[in-house]
């Protein structure tokens, strides 16, 4: 199984500054077709996990672009460029190239 | 709109029984291979089971293999989970998810208890 690893697993941040977590696969994400399959989850206090990035860098329906995806290969990135109150929550990376998928541990964003 | 409802978690003792139902809406249930993720109180997301489009693949993750049975009837769209001599260890939410790495889609969860 692909392991994925996260870095920070938490952050603290003032609102209006920006956050940054990484995310390390085991090996490459790059599927058969081309593809690379990594995608970026928001989990909010008690709701569901909810996706926000697709395909590295892909902003799902309804996501501010103050979120953005970048990497390559085996080393992806999740910024949030002006931290909100409403992002407070758990962020996972997770990749979509190989069953199973695979989770990140979480990376917990709070406001300081 | 796409929908995943998970019903059918609750209070179970150590070695019993429960299946999990996922009801789909909104999209062509019979055209993607569907997945149980699950997360234990204060932990983060560890994937169980998954299934191919038509059910013809199953996938387990080893702490569940041999307990849990996945399936799926496309005529109904509604995907499942058979779990048997459930453990205190498999106390979660579990959740349904469509995972094709696109265009993802979690259903709000159903709880499992697991206690004597």
């Known amino acids: 199984d692909i392991v994925m690893t996260q870095t920070p697993l938490s952050s603290p941040v003032t609102l209006g500054q920006p956050a940054s977590i990484s995310c390390r696969s085991s090996q490459s994400l790059v599927h058969s077709d081309g593809n690379t399959y990594l995608s970026w989850l928001q989990q909010r206090p008690g709701q569901p996990p909810r996706l926000l990035i697709y395909?590295?860098?892909n902003r799902f329906s309804g996501v501010p672009d103050r979120f953005s995806g970048g990497g390559a290969g085996t080393d992806f990135t999740l910024k949030i460029s002006r931290v909100e109150a409403e992002d407070v929550g758990v962020y996972y990376c997770m990749q979509a190239t190989q069953f199973p998928r695979t989770f990140g541990q979480g990376t917990k964003v709070e406001i300081k | 709109e796409v929908q995943l409802v998970e019903s059918g978690g609750g209070l179970v003792q150590p070695g019993g029984s429960l299946r999990l139902s996922c009801a789909a809406s909104?999209?062509?249930?019979?055209?993607?291979?569907m997945h149980w993720v699950r997360q234990a109180p204060g932990k983060g997301l560890e994937y169980v089971s998954s299934?191919?489009?038509?059910?013809?693949?199953?996938f387990y993750a080893s702490s569940v293999k041999g307990r849990f049975i996945i399936s799926r009837d496309n005529s109904k769209n509604t995907l499942y989970l058979q779990m048997g001599s459930l453990r205190a260890e498999d106390m979660a939410v579990y959740y349904c998810?469509?995972?094709?790495?696109?265009?993802?889609?979690w259903g709000q969860g159903t709880l499992v208890t697991v206690s004597s």
């Open positions: 395909k590295i860098s």
């Open positions: 909104g999209f062509t249930f019979s055209s993607y291979n």
């Open positions: 998810a469509r995972l094709t790495g696109v265009l993802d889609y």
């Open positions: 299934i191919t489009s038509n059910g013809g693949s199953t």
